[in-house]
């Protein structure tokens, strides 16, 4: 049977959020070991300690949906094709930020069904901050101020802001970041580049290089009931479990859908 997403499941999926958050900020707070995967990502025992918080959490709170995560992700195509729902997790974004220890890492949980995010949600362990969002519903971000609803920008040529990432550049994006013209650079970590775009901090978050569908789910989901799109460079929203490789695309995450990004890009 489907499970339905309301605000009651959100909001229990935002206290496993939540709790795997704290276990993050429990290794945080001490000297930790880094190991690495076979395609040489950094590996924590913090990312292992969260992926079983919300491992548990989201079997017991739905047990008959499969849960897909960074730290389980070997489940055969011929296997999850045929889910229509399914819970997507990584469960410590940004664990390179989390290693530099600057606080730029998140917990993201979401629930695609028909290869969509329908809920979404962010939790940045070190603020305690958190972005939820249910598809049709709204998006919102519960901080130190409390709760406020997210609303993206209004596109402004005098006043561009592109949010990029610590960790990953390269040749591509400095073309397109050329091609822009005059604007505002803020770089930082993890799904945190969406979550400015959907809050309207920034108008777009150019990804020029590989990610995979965990890392952009749960943003995606809130960036969208904020008013934007998250898509790949040819303007198509970004779709899940779809391949039998769980690598996105290129893509853009976009604040104001009337302004054509897609003339910046690099051509082909």
């Not at 704290?22 to 995967?37: G, L, P, S, T």
């Not at 047990?63 to 055969?76: A, W």
């Not at 609303?151 to 550049?169: E, L, M, T, Y």
Request: aromatic share 6%; charged share 20%.
């Amino acid at each position: 049977m489907a499970i339905v997403a309301d605000e009651a499941l959100l909001q229990q999926v935002v206290a496993i959020a939540r709790r795997a958050a704290q276990r993050i900020m429990e290794v945080y707070a001490r000297d930790f070991d880094v190991n690495h995967k076979a395609d040489r990502s950094p590996l924590t025992e913090a990312d292992l300690a969260a992926h079983q918080e919300i491992v548990d959490g989201l079997q017991s709170l739905t047990p008959q949906t499969p849960v897909l995560s960074e730290e389980s992700s070997h489940v055969d195509y011929q296997q999850r094709r045929h889910w229509q729902q399914y819970w997507l997790v990584d469960p410590l974004d940004g664990t390179r930020e989390f290693i530099k220890r600057n606080g730029e890492f998140t917990v993201n949980i979401a629930l695609i069904d028909c290869q969509q995010p329908v809920l979404g949600v962010v939790v940045v362990p070190v603020t305690g901050q958190c972005y939820s969002a249910l598809r049709g519903h709204g998006a919102f971000c519960d901080g130190p101020d409390g709760v406020r609803r997210l609303q993206v920008r209004a596109f402004n040529p005098a006043d561009v802001v592109i949010a990029g990432s610590r960790s990953h550049g390269g040749a591509r994006l400095s073309h397109f970041l050329d091609r822009i013209g005059p604007h505002r650079l803020v770089s930082i970590g993890s799904s945190l580049k969406s979550c400015l775009v959907a809050e309207g901090v920034a108008d777009i978050y150019p990804r020029l290089g590989p990610t995979s569908e965990w890392d952009t789910a749960a943003a995606q989901c809130v960036v969208e009931a904020a008013g934007g799109i998250l898509t790949d460079i040819h303007l198509q929203p970004l779709r899940y479990n779809t391949k039998e490789s769980l690598l996105n695309p290129e893509f853009l995450v976009i604040g104001d859908p009337r302004h054509d990004w897609r003339r910046y890009l690099p051509q082909e």
